[in-house]
């Protein structure tokens, strides 16, 4: 298209450039974006920040965050200022490859640079600092974001109820929990996922229960993840029928079931040597275009 534009006599400006060059980065095409580029400034035009955050976002849905860094020196160079999505679009790429260091290196950078992270670079370290188990680190993160004068919304406290629970601070997520209710925050089923798995992984089969069987009371719709933790949380503490009964009730409410909530079940089934039952269910999954994961097959290979 752009060929075409230029033969032409057409001459695009900078927008129209950075246009194409985000439909190329969202095509997986962050290499040909820069080729875009290359010729804006063969052309005498100026590539913006926002070109230079397009291609360093291409580059970073393509996990190449090494060719993302050479782009964002490259505007340093071209005396291009970086804006706060720059940096943004930098750390998120970081935190994907876990290189957390490298993030946070960034992320002090950025007041030096007379920016200020903003809500969404906030949200971006914290879950990166949770995911390799630096919890205080977070939480001191978290306190910071306060002393910012930024108000966490209810994804930020999502990611910190998130990296509690996984990380084996349950007490504490509960905690986060009904401060998150006294602050009357928006609680989807997301929230209340992230609570119930955490409950289930910590063996509280009976709180998750109470918690899930009151969701109906909040007009809150349990989703395929929610049946699966707990139909899993059944299986594993040998409660096969209640297991069984939530699976039949799922399908009623028209949650229909994933290729993980047949896996459960029909593990289950077959630890419990109800291998007819199991037989039928995996002719169901089949059907409807599932197939066995690899701990399953290996559980039915061992029965042969």
């Given at each position: 298209?752009?060929?075409?534009?230029?033969?032409?006599?057409?001459?695009?400006?900078?927008?129209?450039?950075?246009?194409?060059?985000?439909?190329?980065?969202?095509?997986?095409?962050?290499?040909?974006?820069?080729?875009?580029?290359?010729?804006?400034?063969?052309?005498?035009?100026?590539?913006?920040?926002?070109?230079?955050?397009?291609?360093?976002?291409?580059?970073?849905?393509?996990?190449?965050?090494?060719?993302?860094?050479?782009?964002?020196?490259?505007?340093?160079?071209?005396?291009?200022?970086?804006?706060?999505?720059?940096?943004?679009?930098?750390?998120?790429?970081?935190?994907?490859?876990?290189?957390?260091?490298?993030?946070?290196?960034?992320?002090?950078?950025?007041?030096?640079?007379?920016?200020?992270?903003?809500?969404?670079?906030?949200?971006?370290?914290?879950?990166?600092?949770?995911?390799?188990?630096?919890?205080?680190?977070?939480?001191?993160?978290?306190?910071?974001?306060?002393?910012?004068?930024?108000?966490?919304?209810?994804?930020?406290?999502?990611?910190?109820?998130?990296?509690?629970?996984?990380?084996?601070?349950?007490?504490?997520?509960?905690?986060?929990?009904?401060?998150?209710?006294?602050?009357?925050?928006?609680?989807?089923?997301?929230?209340?996922?992230?609570?119930?798995?955490?409950?289930?992984?910590?063996?509280?089969?009976?709180?998750?229960?109470?918690?899930?069987?009151?969701?109906?009371?909040?007009?809150?719709?349990?989703?395929?993840?929610?049946?699966?933790?707990?139909?899993?949380?059944?299986?594993?503490?040998?409660?096969?029928?209640?297991?069984?009964?939530?699976?039949?009730?799922?399908?009623?409410?028209?949650?229909?079931?994933?290729?993980?909530?047949?896996?459960?079940?029909?593990?289950?089934?077959?630890?419990q040597q109800k291998y007819s039952e199991a037989l039928?269910?995996?002719?169901?999954?089949?059907?409807?275009?599932?197939?066995?994961?690899?701990?399953?097959?290996?559980?039915?290979?061992?029965?042969?």
């Amino acid at each position: 298209m752009l060929r075409e534009m230029l033969c032409s006599g057409i001459s695009p400006n900078v927008h129209t450039f950075g246009v194409l060059m985000d439909a190329l980065t969202k095509e997986g095409m962050a290499r040909e974006a820069e080729g875009v580029l290359e010729v804006m400034i063969e052309r005498g035009l100026d590539p913006d920040v926002v070109a230079y955050s397009t291609l360093m976002d291409g580059y970073c849905l393509q996990g190449q965050i090494d060719e993302a860094m050479r782009v964002f020196n490259n505007m340093g160079a071209s005396n291009i200022n970086p804006n706060v999505l720059s940096y943004n679009i930098l750390i998120n790429g970081y935190c994907k490859k876990m290189k957390i260091d490298k993030a946070m290196h960034l992320f002090r950078e950025m007041p030096r640079m007379a920016l200020k992270p903003n809500t969404s670079t906030f949200n971006t370290m914290l879950q990166g600092l949770f995911q390799i188990g630096r919890c205080a680190a977070a939480q001191e993160l978290f306190d910071e974001m306060h002393d910012a004068g930024l108000i966490p919304d209810t994804r930020t406290y999502g990611i910190l109820l998130d990296g509690l629970c996984k990380n084996g601070h349950l007490a504490k997520g509960l905690s986060l929990f009904h401060v998150m209710k006294t602050k009357g925050l928006d609680l989807d089923i997301v929230i209340y996922n992230i609570l119930i798995g955490g409950l289930c992984k910590d063996k509280q089969l009976d709180n998750a229960r109470n918690i899930f069987n009151n969701l109906s009371s909040k007009e809150i719709h349990p989703n395929v993840k929610t049946y699966n933790m707990m139909i899993q949380a059944l299986f594993e503490e040998g409660l096969m029928d209640e297991a069984k009964e939530l699976f039949v009730k799922m399908k009623q409410t028209g949650c229909f079931p994933d290729d993980v909530v047949y896996n459960t079940i029909i593990r289950g089934l077959l630890g419990q040597q109800k291998y007819s039952e199991a037989l039928s269910l995996l002719e169901e999954m089949v059907g409807r275009g599932f197939s066995l994961n690899a701990s399953t097959f290996s559980l039915i290979v061992d029965l042969i």
